[in-house]
C-alpha cells in the first residue's frame, strides 16, 4: 500500500457513487483527522500526491482543500504546504432539557446567526390548528430560518407560533424563545419527535451540503406553565454535524 492509500484510502474515480468528487476527497480527508491518522498541525500530503493516490484531477484536489480551508478545518502556508487545524466538531443536543438554538450554541461558545427566509402571519393549516389547539380564524407567526453557527449553517427551522403569544413578529431578532421570555410566554416542557430524512436539492443548498445528503428532522411541540401550545417548529438538521443525546433511566418501580 503506498502512503496516500494508508491514509485517504483507495482511489476514487471508478466508482458510480453520484456525490461530487471534490466533496468524496473531503470525506476521505476529514476520515484521517477524525481517526487521528492526521494529527492538528500536520502537513497534508502535496496536491499532486493525493490527485494521483485517488485518481483524481489535481483540480478537484484543489477545490476540495480549498473548501476545508474555507471552513477551517485545514490552513495553508505560503510556500510550505497545507495543514490540519482540527477536527470537524459534531454537536451534542441533550434531549433532556428544553433549550433554544441560541443558547444551545452559545453554551458551546459559538456564535449562532441566521439568515431569515420568511417571516409572515397567516392563518393556520388544519394541521397547524390541531396541533396548537386554535380556532381556524386565529393567525399564526411563521418564522422560517437558516440557523448558523460559527458560520457553518446547521439547520432550517420553521416555528408556528399563535399570534397571541407573539403579536409582533417583528420582536424576533437573534433568538425565538428570548422573544417568547419578553411576552411572559417561554416554554416550560416540550415534546420531540426525531426522524431520519433526505435533503432535497433546495435545503442541501442552503446546508451547503450536496443534495440527497442525510438529515434529521424533528418537530419539536412546546408548551407553557398552563399546558397550552405555544410552539410547533420543524426542524432540519444536517446529519454530519449533530448528535441527539438521550439519558435513559433505570427506575424500579
Ligand atoms: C431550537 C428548537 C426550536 C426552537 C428554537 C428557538 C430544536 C430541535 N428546536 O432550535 O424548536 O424554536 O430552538 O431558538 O432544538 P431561538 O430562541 O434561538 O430562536
Redesign the pocket.
Known sequence: MNGIASLLGPPLADTYDPTPLYFRVQERILAAIETDLLKPAEALPGERDIAEGLGISRVTVRKAIAGLVEKGLLTQRQGSGTFVVGRRQRME?RLSRL???????RLRGLK?S?HWLNRDVSLPTPDEAMRLSLSPSETVVR?K?L?IANDVPM?I?T?VIPSRYLPKPEA?V???????EANGCLPVR?L?RLRAAILTPAEAALLEVPPGSPALA?D?M?YLENGAPV?F?R?T?RGDTYDFVAELNLRRE
Open positions: 443536543q433549550t433554544s438554538f441560541t443558547e444551545d450554541m449562532p441566521t418564522l430560518r440557523r439547520a427551522e416555528a424576533v437573534a433568538s425565538l424563545y428570548d422573544a417568547l416540550a420531540q424533528i419539536r412546546s410552539e417548529t426542524s438538521y
